[in-house]
């Protein structure tokens, strides 16, 4: 199974982008699925998630500004980041779970003015 994520890049404050994630490889379902980050000398932490049954949830910090989507039949998952924040500067990995966990490489969204 591999992750392909993509999307990242710099924005000035308040801006946005959205980061996609494909996962391949696999022909059984995924169970679930989300976004990690990681900023320099910080623990890789939650940002958001959703399950097969489209239950979803958030890091407190990004509720309101983050939204998180999948499509199954594309086997994609998104990240729509809205009003970016320097603190969100990280490099955002994607997390899919379908017969154990599994991680993709990681994308770099850098919020900079």
């Known amino acids: 199974v591999q992750l392909q994520a993509s999307g990242g890049g710099l924005v000035q404050p308040g801006g946005s982008l959205r980061l996609s994630c494909v996962v391949s490889?696999?022909?059984?379902?995924?169970?679930?699925m989300g976004w990690y980050r990681q900023a320099p000398g910080k623990e890789r932490e939650f940002v958001a998630g959703?399950?097969?049954?489209?239950?979803?949830d958030y890091l407190d910090s990004v509720k309101g500004r983050f939204t998180i989507s999948r499509d199954n039949a594309k086997s994609t998952l998104y990240l729509q980041m809205n009003d970016l924040k320097p603190e969100d500067t990280a490099v955002y990995y994607c997390?899919?779970?379908?017969?154990?966990?599994?991680w993709g490489w990681g994308t770099q969204v850098t919020v900079s003015s």
């Open positions: 997390h899919a779970i379908v017969d154990r966990g599994y």
């Open positions: 490889g696999s022909q059984l379902s995924i169970h679930f």
């Open positions: 959703i399950t097969s049954g489209g239950v979803m």
